[in-house]
């Protein structure tokens, strides 16, 4: 058998892994950096850019269709799914071709290719035989579908993320199980690209909104494009000769059989951290198996190892593996000097149409009555009109006696812009009327987020006033 020892080993070579290689590497030439499977990240391959490359072409048919609310006949809208899908994997290769470049450019001699376990606290088992004794460990595993049992019976006609992409045509019919961010992003880009898409939500969340109004909205706007079916639960899916037989029941125990080319399970992600052995490492596991541990060094309750990014269960974001995963590269070469590192105010978005944003913490994480809501809809808000883009709804958190933002959660348009203004402000903890003390321009959205900060500042003032009128009194 062969035996390696390394001072720094990094399971996982996606965008976490590869942070926290840049990072350890600064420290030490004694590194060893594992993969298992492909080069190139989950996001550029099978996440992030193929979902918004097929969002991009799903926005440009639905635009072409709803051209004549401005007075435009474009008569037909022909969608050609082979030279969709065929965009999407061309574009998709160039951003994956650009990451496995930056995996070249890394030292061969630090590069292990094997899927790894831990044998005990120090020494990984590389399933090609290698052998690896490491001072320090970070644990990048990312994570993968989850896939309910139910939805087995689908056989060959059942999808996850990673085959929508390799789809060489578009099928007639799809059914989505599951109204989180990929359901979400996936079955509306499908359904304007003219598949028949029947979303199922097992509950009343869609695209993680928390707020009851704003879900609410969503869940009208999106019902009046597509079918999406609220509490509904699976009961069978059977894989037949040219499609799937999927039986649901919905709520009232009406039950529905339809058929349909293909299932796509989008019911959330397992951390992989499952199948690492860590059972042998003593580290200290909460649910899933993750391992606890600290959010600012990405310390787990071993000191040496380190875990970062989707494998942590915790902020399953591009944005945040990169951050997380250069915190633990870094103090994993730095160990046993081990340093808390910058964490950025939260923000997620969700590239349906109309997008959600969430920003900083929402109403169900904040204490209740320690904070006002302030809102604005989209309705008649102008520039959202003058686009006809004039639907949501945005609602901003602020603490009741500072004015701080703390922060935010919208439906609306341009909410991938709007969030980032939000967390920027956030962030730096401006209050709202600090907030209403930047510039606006006329006609723009951000006049739209004005009308709910000036919301949030009258019931500021009404509470400064009673609160003055108690202290007299
Ligand atoms: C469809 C989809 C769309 C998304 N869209 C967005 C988006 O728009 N914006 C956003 O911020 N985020 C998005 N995400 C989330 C984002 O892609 C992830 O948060 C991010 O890619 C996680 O990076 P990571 O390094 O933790 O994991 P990964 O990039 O998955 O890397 C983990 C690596 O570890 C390897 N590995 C696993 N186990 C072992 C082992 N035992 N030994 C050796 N190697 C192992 C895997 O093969 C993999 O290469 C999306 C995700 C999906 C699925
Ligand atoms: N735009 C983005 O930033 C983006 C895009 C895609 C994915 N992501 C990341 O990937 C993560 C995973 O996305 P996701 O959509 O897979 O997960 P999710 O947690 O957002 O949604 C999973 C959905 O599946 C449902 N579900 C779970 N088990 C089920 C079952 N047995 N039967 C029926 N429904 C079931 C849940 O109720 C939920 O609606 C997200 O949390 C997000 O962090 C981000």
């Known amino acids: 058998m062969l035996k390696r020892k390394v001072d720094v080993a990094i399971i996982g070579t996606g965008t976490a892994g590869m942070g926290a290689y840049r990072e350890a590497r600064k420290h030490t030439d004694s590194i060893a950096l594992i993969e298992g499977s492909h080069y190139g990240t989950t996001c550029a391959r099978v996440g992030c850019m193929p979902s918004k490359l097929l969002i991009a072409a799903a926005e440009a048919a639905h635009g072409a269709k709803h051209a004549s609310v401005f007075g435009l006949n474009v008569p037909t809208v022909e969608t050609d799914g082979a030279s969709v899908m065929d965009r999407v994997r061309r574009e998709r290769d160039r951003f994956v071709g650009f990451v496995v470049e930056d995996v070249d450019d890394f030292d061969d001699s630090h590069k292990v290719r094997g899927y790894a376990r831990f044998l005990d606290a120090h020494r990984l088992q590389i399933d090609n035989g290698l052998e690896i004794t490491a001072d320090r460990i970070v644990i990048a595993t990312g994570s993968r579908p989850f896939i309910p049992e139910v939805l087995e019976g689908a056989g ?39 598949v028949k898409v029947t979303m199922l939500s097992r509950n009343e969340s869609i695209g993680g909104i928390a707020d009851s109004e704003i879900r609410k909205i969503a869940a009208d706007t999106f019902q009046s494009e597509f079918d999406l079916v609220l509490h509904a639960e699976v009961l069978a899916a059977k894989e037949t000769l040219n499609g799937v037989q999927v039986t649901y029941r919905k709520s009232g125990g009406i039950v529905h059989t339809v058929v349909v080319d293909y299932v796509l399970a989008a019911t959330g992600r397992i951390p992989n951290t499952d199948k690492l052995g860590l059972e042998n490492t003593g580290i200290a596991l909460g649910a899933r198996s993750v391992p606890d541990s600290d959010r600012y060094t990405m310390q787990t309750s071993a000191p040496h190892i380190f875990i970062a990014g989707d494998a942590k269960n915790e902020l399953p974001l591009l944005h945040e593996a990169s951050d997380e995963g250069r915190i633990a590269g870094s103090n994993a070469g730095t160990f046993p000097t081990v340093e808390p590192g910058h964490r950025r105010a939260g923000l997620g978005v969700v590239f349906s149409d109309p997008q959600i944003a969430s920003v900083g913490k929402r109403a169900h994480e904040l204490l209740p009555y320690t904070f006002i809501t302030g809102k604005v809809s989209f309705h008649n808000q102008g520039r959202s009109r003058v686009m006809a883009k004039n639907q949501g709804m945005l609602k901003i958190y602020a603490d009741k006696h500072s004015g701080i933002l703390l922060g935010a959660e919208m439906f609306g348009p341009a909410a991938e812009h709007i969030g980032h203004l939000l967390a920027w402000a956030v962030q730096q903890s401006l209050t709202v009327n600090e907030i209403l003390g930047m510039p606006f321009y006329h006609p723009v959205i951000e006049e739209g987020v004005r009308t709910a900060f000036r919301d949030a500042a009258e019931q500021l003032k009404t509470i400064e006033r009673e609160e003055a009128s108690h202290a007299v009194a």
């Open 156 to 194: 060959n006609r059942l999808l996850v993320n990673d085959d929508v992409f390799e789809l060489e045509h578009l099928p007639s019919s799809v059914l989505v199980v599951g109204t989180g961010v990929i359901g979400l992003e996936l079955g509306q880009a499908l359904s304007r690209l003219n």
